[in-house]
């Protein structure tokens, strides 16, 4: 890993990929659950084939996010049941919507918590748009479109994202613009690999591909380094990082707007609520990137009302913090071997 990690060109005086492995060893990083969500609608999707999520699922099950435990019921559940519980999961909820108007399967679907107030297309039409119009939907979320390239095995896994959305733009620029449309790409194309292994290959090749969360693990390592005395250099590369920027003054309001469609839809209008969360002496949210926002701004984990919020995409945030806090000094004996010598 190089140690521009975050986007920005600096002096660090630790070694970045020595950190991140040892965030890792210690417990801290969640799985990458936007990842493992896609690979596992493309097995229940493909009823006669299997990339064997629900196993990783089930043998990982108390190191899962709530998302990740909606996705293991979901699978365990999906032949056997017409009521399908979605948890808080927009992602889940949209990809399986999707996948029965589609197929012209019948399917009722409870939604928890925040996601019964979110605003979510309910038109089974929009499975006949272009790719490119389904990323106008829902406020630009890129969910409907992922959906699409999932479910439609006319699409091949190799089309470059350009052909499908009609816009020509570098393949940076769409990692960067359409992140989870590349990241949907990418899996179907690492899916489709693993059919052709035997059993025990394709779990290994499961365990090493759903790698720990990219976002949660740069936001982790930056926190780090700031508690141990460095500036805090998260560039907001994507809607996930936004809060956790907008609370250390990292990116404004003005600039969020134009970049990030997508914060106005999600557990909330993050847009607003983190400008409430700022002023506010209680952490009151219960959108879980706001909640770990606040509480890392803060530096303190009381006055927190929802903590439980958390669990959505970080379980281990909390004792991620009480480690942090126990040791913050940059003499610690625990960063002592990540120090860089120049």
């Known amino acids: 890993m190089n140690n521009d990690l975050h986007n920005d060109v600096y002096w660090p005086k630790y070694d970045l990929s020595l950190l991140t492995s040892r965030l890792r060893i210690l417990g801290f990083i969640p799985y990458h659950k936007s990842l493992i969500i896609r690979m596992g609608i493309l097995d229940l999707i493909n009823t006669h084939h299997s990339c064997q999520c629900l196993d990783f699922l ?51 679907f409870v939604l928890e918590g925040t996601l019964k107030n979110r605003e979510i297309c309910n038109n089974p039409d929009i499975v006949n748009m272009p790719v490119s119009k389904l990323l106008e939907l829902d406020n630009n979320t890129q969910q409907w479109a992922s959906a699409s390239i999932l479910v439609n095995s006319s699409l091949n896994p190799v089309t470059p994202i350009d052909k499908l959305i009609d816009i020509p733009i570098h393949q940076y620029t769409y990692q960067t613009t359409y992140p989870k449309l590349f990241l949907t790409i990418e899996c179907k194309k690492e899916w489709k690999k693993m059919l052709c292994m035997d059993e025990l290959a394709s779990f ?20 780090v380094l700031y508690r141990l005395g460095e500036r805090m250099s998260l560039a907001a590369l994507s809607a996930e990082d936004y809060c956790l920027s907008r609370a250390f003054g990292k990116i404004s309001v003005d600039k969020a707007k134009s970049e990030f469609k997508s914060l106005r839809g999600h557990e909330s209008n993050r847009l607003e609520e983190m400008e409430k969360a700022l002023v506010s002496n209680v952490i009151s949210s219960k959108d879980h990137r706001v909640v770990q926002a606040m509480v890392m701004k803060n530096n303190h984990m009381s006055n927190v009302v929802y903590p439980q919020a958390v669990n959505k995409s970080w379980p281990q945030f909390w004792k991620f913090m009480e480690f942090i806090n126990k040791h913050s000094d940059p003499e610690d004996r625990m960063w002592q071997d990540l120090k860089i010598k120049y």
């Open 58 to 108: 089930t043998n990982n099950l108390h190191k899962l996010p709530d998302d990740l435990i909606v996705l293991r019921n979901v699978l365990l559940q999906w032949k056997s049941k017409n009521e399908i519980n979605v948890g808080e999961s927009g992602t889940i909820y949209r990809f399986l919507k999707f996948y029965c108007w589609k197929n012209g399967i019948k399917k009722r």
């Open 204 to 223: 290994a090749s499961y365990n090493k591909l759903s790698v720990f969360d990219p976002n949660i693990e740069r936001q982790a390592i930056s926190y």
